[in-house]
């Protein structure tokens, strides 16, 4: 049985989508499962109506926000959507929709971008990580 | 012995308190045990004279707060701060508070809200968080 | 072989650097071998320019920031700085920066404070976090 990383989506910047997106990545590259619970903000950046149009930055760092954007559009580095869509493309990386955030925003599934492979409960999510090497809260 | 989950909770803001006592929540339904070891913010948020008024939020999501206070009063949503205590009643969770941050503030476990077990140093805390499948910085 | 604590520290505000140090010295305390991943603004911070001149707190809680300041002032609390150098002395800590993170800013290990032991990749990061005991995400 591979090894497991387990990852709590919490925020839904682009900075930590775009950690979020890099650890999964490395977790691939290491042959590890992974599994990313999407949920409160994060779940929120994963709407459709959302998930090209967001470039919310932590505000603590509010500053190197433009900077950062444009050392990144000139390196050609890829966005955290593109980064994850690899990631899933390469490896066994599942995004999972917190089914409790999508109830009290009166949403569906049909209302996120399809990256999301399914909706579950925390319970769920946390039985799987039980089983992980690396679990975080991002 | 039951698998443990442990949780730093750092910040104090309410969505992450929520989103503390919801995976605490979720390990008590897996049948875990759940150590939460409250520092910075996250107690400082646990005095008593904050406990019951807190409605600060992210500032990333600043603007989302009215509306999801809304929707979790509409849908009659526990409060982290229920939440928690259920996750309590039916499990096995307990709260520390970091004698380090207390002793910073000047302040003593009677001036923190009951829903605290103990106060502990980070020694302690680590020493049995090296036993857990889960650990969560929050 | 000793237990070991990865940390992934993301964030680069005082009371965050302040909270990895705090995890770090409570690692070696316990004996652990303690690995810390510097990147983003994490890795920021930890250039020489800034190391001693950080005095960003977190936008959520940005009025606590003078007081506690000044409590730590008063109480002579050792920096984050300090404190993780201590941890370097007392144990097995290692600080690994973000090779990524240093390309996009166009800079090298040279420019970061020698408190960083090596720069390096998140695969070679998650490799060695997969047999960690706990795994934080600051």
Redesign the interface.
């Known amino acids: 049985m591979a090894?497991r990383?387990?990852i709590?989506l919490?925020?839904?910047?682009v900075?930590?989508m775009?950690?979020a997106s890099?650890?999964a990545?490395?977790?691939v590259?290491?042959g590890?499962d992974v599994d990313i619970f999407a949920?409160?903000?994060g779940l929120?950046s994963l709407r459709k109506e959302n998930v090209g149009t967001n470039t919310?930055f932590?505000?603590?760092?509010e500053e190197?926000a433009g900077p950062?954007m444009m050392?990144?559009k000139q390196?050609h580095?890829p966005s955290w959507y593109d980064n994850l869509k690899q990631a899933k493309e390469l490896g066994n990386v599942k995004v999972h929709g917190c089914s409790?955030t999508a109830?009290?925003?009166?949403l569906k599934k049909d209302d996120y971008d399809p990256i999301i492979d399914d909706m579950c409960?925390?319970?769920t999510?946390?039985?799987s990580?039980?089983?992980?090497?690396?679990?975080?809260?991002?």
């Open positions: 090894n990383m387990s709590v919490f925020s839904g910047t900075d930590k775009m950690a890099v650890m990545s490395g977790g590259m290491m590890m949920t409160f903000y929120n919310r932590s505000k603590d760092f190197m950062m050392m990144m390196k580095t409790m109830e009290l925003m009166g409960g925390v319970a999510f946390v039985d990580a039980q089983n992980s090497q690396i679990t975080l809260f991002i």
